[in-house]
């Protein structure tokens, strides 16, 4: 184990490289959780639409994307899609990383619109509005308060889960961690820094959704 004073020093003396991998890593991880929001909910309205043929696309969508490891899905998009085009490792990254995400996303969309009382939508059929301006107006509003919460802890997840475009060689917050531990051999070091990284943006995304949440409650 690293001393305190090598540690404190270590992690002053790498501030700076530390933080362009942290700017990085929040990049990644906003990105991916922009398009993974819009995947999801998509991918949640085709599950509630009524129509067989496209509830079962969003079925297979999710079942393929939850039951294989997101690592397997990186390498896929970025070593398979290569063979065909160039991408660029942080879109690739992203790429997957919205892909599985809006996986999760999607079932958490599904189970909060379908909470709301059908009585909503009858009252905006009622008043003359179309079954898509009352998803618009009245059930999707609703229903993503009632989302939040487990969309905060999807949106940390997947920041988690961004540790692993490392191993595509994007220099976010773990590659750098692994790269300079093994140049210097002091692995213990360094991971213990990126864990203080990770915690600082994990502390970060969890006040921005608690704060999103209480305007929401102070709107209602």
């Given amino acids: 184990m690293p001393t305190f004073s090598h540690f404190w020093t270590t992690l002053i003396d790498t501030r700076s490289i ?14 991916s959780i922009l ?3 819009v995947i999801g909910l998509v991918f ?10 496209l509830g079962w696309l969003s079925d297979i969508y999710v079942y393929l994307i939850r039951g294989t490891p997101l690592i397997v899905q990186i390498f896929i998009l970025y ?18 990383l919205a892909v599985h995400n809006g996986a999760y996303i999607a079932e958490i969309f599904r189970g909060s ?15 003359g509005m179309t079954a898509g301006l009352t998803m618009r107006r009245i059930i999707l509003p609703q229903a993503f308060r009632r989302a939040l919460p487990p969309l905060g802890n999807q949106f ?10 490392a191993f595509i060689s994007m220099n976010e917050l773990f590659n750098i961690a692994t790269t300079y531990g093994s140049n210097n051999f002091d692995e213990m070091t360094y991971l213990l820094i990126v864990a203080i990284y990770y915690l600082i943006l994990v502390l970060l995304l969890t006040v921005a959704v608690n704060l999103l949440e209480r305007k929401l409650r102070t709107s209602d």
């Fill in 18 to 31: 530390f933080f362009d991998a942290m700017i990085v890593t929040l990049q990644l991880t906003v990105v």
């Fill in 35 to 37: 398009l993974g929001v």
């Fill in 44 to 53: 949640a309205l085709l599950k509630i639409s009524g129509v067989k043929p």
């Fill in 79 to 96: 070593f398979g899609m290569s063979n065909i085009f160039l991408i660029p490792d942080f879109w690739a990254a992203s790429i997957a």
């Fill in 113 to 127: 619109i379908q909470s709301i009382e059908k009585g909503q939508a009858e009252a905006g059929r009622s008043l």
């Fill in 156 to 165: 940390i997840i997947g920041l988690k889960d961004s540790s692993l475009a």
